[in-house]
T-cell receptor, first 114, second 112 residues
Framework: NAGVTQTPKFQVLKTGQSMTLQCAQDMNHEYMSWYRQDPGMGLRLIHYSVGAGITDQGEVPNGYNVSRSTTEDFPLRLLSAAPSQTSVYFC?????????????FGEGSWLTVV | QQQVKQSPQSLIVQKGGISIINCAYENTAFDYFPWYQQFPGKGPALLIAIRPDVSEKKEGRFTISFNKSAKQFSLHIMDSQPGDSATYFCAATAYNNNDMRFGAGTRLTVKP
């Protein structure tokens, strides 16, 4: 049972480069989201989606784009990487947006911007 | 500003001891309070959760205590084991999952 799968696991980027973090879930979940985890900050929501073709901004959206063309996939794009985007990124999904639905996280993508 | 404040930042407990992690929140609209457990190199996983209509919820060795008037909730791990060594996050949400606010995390080490 795969759950939420993220790739790549590790990535080093140079300032100004762009890249896409891939995320796929096989649980037929409506709700998908991207978080970043920084020391002392917990997890902060970047973008989320409540279904194919529907996305919206979270708490820290600047510098990131998302799209949702299928139920399964929710890629996160860094447009022009900056050192401040060095972080661990988690993709997550849940059955629905409603609070109380368990959020399932992927294993994370470690990104370093030099 | 952090809407959910978690303490301590790190905690060392002997095997068999009780681990206690505390969280405080400000938004009285919060009505769902989960705890997540994260092992190194892995994503967070839901451990236990509570709603404010009860003051305590127990699942095995893990108990959430909830104090609505004080706007505080805590995780108690009884008979702590080395396998419990992980980072624990408290969280809270008012209405839906995109409102979820996480605490900063507590790194728990259980010494054998």
């Amino acid at each position: 049972n795969a759950g939420v799968t993220q790739t790549p696991k590790f990535q080093v980027l140079k300032t100004g480069q762009s890249m896409t973090l891939q995320c796929a879930q096989d649980m037929n979940h409506e709700y998908m989201s991207w978080y970043r985890q920084d020391p002392g900050m917990g997890l902060r929501l970047i973008h989320y989606s409540v279904g194919a073709g529907i996305t919206d901004q979270g708490e820290v959206p600047n510098g990131y784009n998302v799209s949702r063309s299928t139920t399964e996939d929710f890629p996160l794009r860094l447009l022009s990487a900056a050192p401040s985007q060095t972080s661990v990124y988690f993709c997550a999904s849940s059955y629905s947006l409603a609070g109380g639905n368990t959020i399932y996280f992927g294993e994370g993508s470690w990104l370093t911007v030099v | 500003q952090q809407q959910v404040k978690q303490s301590p930042q790190s905690l060392i407990v002997q095997k068999g001891g009780i681990s206690i992690i505390n969280c405080a929140y400000e938004n009285t609209a919060f009505d769902y309070f989960p705890w997540y457990q994260q092992f190194p190199g892995k994503g967070p996983a839901l451990l236990i959760a509570i709603r404010p209509d009860v003051s305590e919820k127990k699942e095995g060795r893990f108990t959430i205590s909830f104090n609505k008037s004080a706007k505080q909730f805590s995780l108690h791990i009884m008979d702590s084991q080395p396998g419990d060594s992980a980072t624990y996050f408290c969280a809270a949400t008012a209405y839906n999952n995109n409102d979820m606010r996480f605490g900063a995390g507590t790194r728990l080490t259980v010494k054998p």
